[in-house]
């Protein structure tokens, strides 16, 4: 079947240190795959994409990696902030008759100890 | 630019009430799509449109009508409220092409069914 989830639910790292946060997908067919962070009481919001073709993508203190041959995605974010405290969904795209369609995971909440 | 707005952002129905959850975006993204976040289970696609006049069913379409009459609203129906459609909703947008990946959500509506 086709899934999209996580490995961990909940991940507390200290400040400054860097996090990882781990996705498994199933479905070889997605051409993109990407992070959204959702901070509490608001709309998920995009982080990274990338592209099905791509070992390694990296944007402001994020860096995504993703490994086909296992099927594994993470998201590394570099000096955890207070503020990077959310929950991350990872996604995979798939585009369809009907237009680009997103299948989400169950989320990781990520918890910044000072 | 006020980006994706929702209404109402709280709402209460008794079991077998009717209701419309309103989107409406100001960036002429032609794709829309209603969403809903269920604890554990992340975001699951409701209904999606990919432009005026053309919807099409998500992974969970049964007991949601929508329609798409301008490029702007995208309005989600609950025709007879069951305990079961108790969620927080999300609305989202993107271009349909080119950044298809970075859906812009709303903020999201709350809804608790008795």
Redesign the interface.
């Given at each position: 079947g086709e899934s999209v989830g996580l490995h961990l639910p909940t991940l507390s790292v200290q400040e400054g240190d860097n996090s990882i946060i781990n996705c498994a997908y199933s479905n070889s067919a997605s051409d993109y795959f990407i992070w959204y962070k959702q901070e509490s009481g608001k709309g998920p919001q995009f982080i990274i994409d990338i592209r099905s073709n791509m070992d390694k993508r990296q944007g402001q203190r994020v860096t995504v990696l993703l490994n086909k041959t296992v099927k594994h995605l993470s998201l590394q974010i570099a000096a955890t902030q207070p503020g990077d405290s959310a929950v991350y969904f990872c996604a995979e795209r798939r585009v369809t008759g009907g237009g680009n369609k997103l299948t989400f995971g169950t989320g990781t909440q990520l918890k910044v100890e000072l | 630019n006020a980006g994706?707005t929702q209404t109402p952002k709280f709402q209460v129905l008794k079991t077998g009430q009717s209701m419309t959850l309103q989107c409406a975006q100001d960036m002429n993204h032609e794709?829309m799509s209603w969403?809903r976040q269920d604890p554990?289970?992340?975001?699951?696609?409701i209904h999606?449109s990919?432009g005026a006049g053309i919807t099409?069913q998500?992974?969970v379409p049964n007991g949601y009508n929508v329609s798409r009459s301008t490029t702007e609203d995208f309005p989600l129906r609950l025709l007879s409220a069951a305990p079961s459609q108790t969620s927080v909703y999300?609305c989202?947008s993107?271009q349909?092409t080119g950044g298809?990946?970075?859906?812009?959500?709303?903020?999201?509506s709350r809804l608790t069914v008795l």
């Open positions: - | 994706v794709y969403y554990g289970m992340g975001l699951r696609l999606y990919v099409d998500g992974e999300f989202a993107s349909r298809a990946n970075v859906l812009t959500f709303g903020a999201g």
